[in-house]
């Protein structure tokens, strides 16, 4: 690179170019965005994890343009797997397949198995296909964050993680707003390893049966550790008529609280309100925003409304459940 400082915002073949080079780029996609590397080039895979302070056996899912390039990263591709992409792809599912034997295990983390995803966004994918004629054309990307911590949904996001340490490919605000649905076809069977905007019923309609869930034998995937996505600030999980008396017992010990609420009226006494969607998809879209606007006010303590049970939510709650996990006192404010 030669010293020649990079701009914060990139276009395409700047950013393919970087990435060629062996750097670290952030990119959008209809989820969220990615810190990206070249999935075939472990240097610069283990810069996505220095960057991020990710643990070295926490897999990458790796980027695809088209599902022409599974056979270069898995051993095999089962039937199950090519009638998902004929449904899903491009979009928000991830696929773990048994890798193929070039296929780096910094990028897998370790395991024999690889997440596979072909993204949506047309700057994703405008990215995957000028890379494709100088490189690798596969891109190794978590969420564009530090790790356990709120995934980034916007450039500015992005910034406010890295600063002008990484090149950003600003591609406005994700579509999506939730990591995508990770399923594991590497076991024989169809296992959900992580919910995301493709539901089970989703993927029950295209096999003929819902998938398993999760189990000890169940490969490492992205986004599946107890706590995760979480702000700075403890969250804590309470039905919408226990947010009022949380904030007046927490008002009178002194401390400050901010709420995300979907039904639960306004409250005084609070640090900071923010009233949330109450359709499944829109508050999937506006979650992170949202945690990382009343993260920063340097509350005491995030207190956010229960979400409904059902289908429709399974993966905000999912994401909100890893949130307030690594809070002791998570149902005790």
Not at 87 to 101: D, E, M, S, V, Y
Not at 164 to 190: C, F, N, Q
Not at 265 to 280: F, K, N, Y
Request: glycine share 8%; charged share 20%; with cysteine.
């Amino acid at each position: 690179m030669g010293g020649t400082p990079i701009p914060a915002s990139i276009d395409v073949e700047r950013a393919a170019a970087l990435l060629a080079a062996g750097a670290v780029v952030a990119f959008p996609t209809e989820t969220v965005y990615g810190l990206g590397a070249d999935a075939a080039n472990v240097a610069a895979v283990r810069k996505v994890f220095a960057l991020k302070g990710r643990p070295p056996d926490h897999p990458l899912i790796v980027h695809l343009r088209s599902a022409t390039q599974l056979p270069q990263w898995a051993a095999e591709v089962p039937r199950d797997a090519h009638v998902l992409v004929d449904a899903f792809w491009p979009g928000p599912l991830t696929l773990i397949l048994r890798k193929a034997p070039g296929v780096p295990l910094e990028t897998t983390g370790g395991q024999s198995s690889v997440g596979l995803r072909c993204p949506s966004h047309p700057l994703a994918q405008a990215l995957l296909s000028a890379f494709a004629a100088r490189g690798s054309g596969a891109i190794a990307a978590p969420s564009a964050n530090r790790f356990g911590r709120v995934s980034a949904t916007t450039a500015a996001h992005v910034r406010e993680e890295f600063g002008d340490s990484v090149p950003v490919l600003d591609g406005g605000e994700a579509t999506l707003g939730l990591e995508s649905t990770i399923l594991d076809l590497s076991r024989g069977v169809p296992v959900l390893l992580r919910p995301g905007a493709i539901t089970r019923e989703d993927i029950a309609r295209v096999l003929g049966a819902p998938p398993r869930d999760r189990d000890a034998q169940s490969p490492r995937a992205s986004g599946t550790l107890a706590s995760h996505y979480a702000p700075v600030t403890p969250v804590t999980l309470l039905q919408a008529d226990d947010i009022g008396p949380a904030v007046a017992a927490a008002s009178a010990r002194g401390e400050r609280l901010a709420v995300l609420a979907r039904t639960a009226p306004p409250v005084s006494g609070c640090l900071a309100w923010h009233t949330a969607p109450r359709e499944a998809g829109a508050y999937a879209h506006q979650l992170y925003a949202a945690l990382r606007a009343l993260d920063a006010n340097r509350a005491d303590r995030i207190v956010v409304e229960r979400v409904p049970d059902g289908q429709a939510w399974e993966a905000v709650s999912d994401r909100l459940a890893r949130a307030a996990a690594g809070d002791p006192d998570a149902n005790d404010p």
